[in-house]
Structures are given as structure tokens and as C-alpha cells.
């Protein structure tokens, strides 16, 4: 699969013919590298879910994520 494809309009229209994208929106996503033995799996979950799902490592500290918004709910709670 050309995942390229999955920043045109016309792809997602395929699935919806009355879709309305932001095509700006679209064109900033960054490419996705799906594993070519992937690929029939993630496009029957296109046509049969509307979406499919993949990890990606995103470089986010979640555990810090996690201490962060403790934190907050912590510094609210003792504020009310």
C-alpha cells in the first residue's frame, strides 16, 4: 500500500463519498511506515471498522505524563 494515499481527500471519499475533510489537516500528517505484511489487515479494517490501529513511539515520557498530571490533580485538590 502507498500510505501516501491516505493524505488524499479522494481516498477517504472512497469510503464515504459524502466525507468532508480538512485537507490542510491531511497534508501536515506525518507518513506512516505500515509493515508490508500488515497491509491487508489494516485495509479490511478500513472497510470494515473505518479505522485501523498501529503503535508508534511517539518519544512521550508517559510515566512523566503520568507524575505531571498527579501533580496537578493533587495541587488542585489542595487548593479547594
Known amino acids: 500500500m502507498d500510505t ?12 464515504a463519498a459524502g466525507l468532508r475533510t480538512d485537507g490542510s489537516m491531511l497534508q ?5 511506515a505500515l509493515p508490508p505484511e ?26 512523566l505524563m503520568v507524575t505531571a498530571h498527579a501533580l496537578r490533580r493533587c495541587d488542585s485538590a489542595m487548593r479547594h
Not at 501516501?4 to 469510503?15: D, P
Request: hydrophobic share 35%.
Open 38 to 63: 500488515a497491509v491487508p489487515e489494516f485495509m479490511r479494517q478500513l472497510k470494515e471498522d473505518g479505522y485501523f490501529q498501529q503503535s508508534a513511539d511517539w518519544g512521550v515520557d508517559l510515566k
Open 4 to 15: 501516501s494515499q491516505l493524505r488524499r481527500e479522494e481516498f477517504w471519499r472512497s469510503f
Open 28 to 32: 501536515k500528517a506525518s507518513p506512516l
